[in-house]
C-alpha cells in the first residue's frame, strides 16, 4: 500500500519557479512583433498630438466656465 506521501509530487522552489518565469518571459519576448520605428514615430506623434488638444480643449472650457462664474456672482471687479 503506498503512503500519500510516496506519491505526492514536490512544489518547485521559489529559485526555480523565478528562474523559468524569466526563462519564459525572454522566449515571449523574442517572439513578439515589434514596432518599426516609422510607427513607433507616427504613434508618439498622434499620443502628444491628442494631448495637445485635451489640454486646449481643457482650458477653454475652463476659461468659459470662469467667466460666467465670474460674471454670475460678481467676482473680480
Given at each position: ?43 508618439t506623434t498622434a499620443v502628444f498630438a491628442g494631448v495637445i488638444f485635451v489640454t486646449l480643449y481643457v482650458y477653454v472650457i475652463d476659461s468659459i ?13
Amino acid at each position: 500500500m503506498a503512503t500519500k506521501m510516496a506519491t505526492a509530487r514536490r512544489e518547485p522552489s521559489f529559485i526555480t519557479r523565478a528562474i523559468n518565469y524569466v526563462k519564459e518571459s525572454y522566449a515571449e519576448t523574442r517572439r513578439a512583433t515589434w514596432p518599426t520605428w516609422e510607427d513607433i514615430r507616427r504613434l508618439t506623434t498622434a499620443v502628444f498630438a491628442g494631448v495637445i488638444f485635451v489640454t486646449l480643449y481643457v482650458y477653454v472650457i475652463d476659461s468659459i466656465l470662469a467667466y460666467i462664474t465670474k460674471t454670475l456672482f460678481g467676482l473680480g471687479r
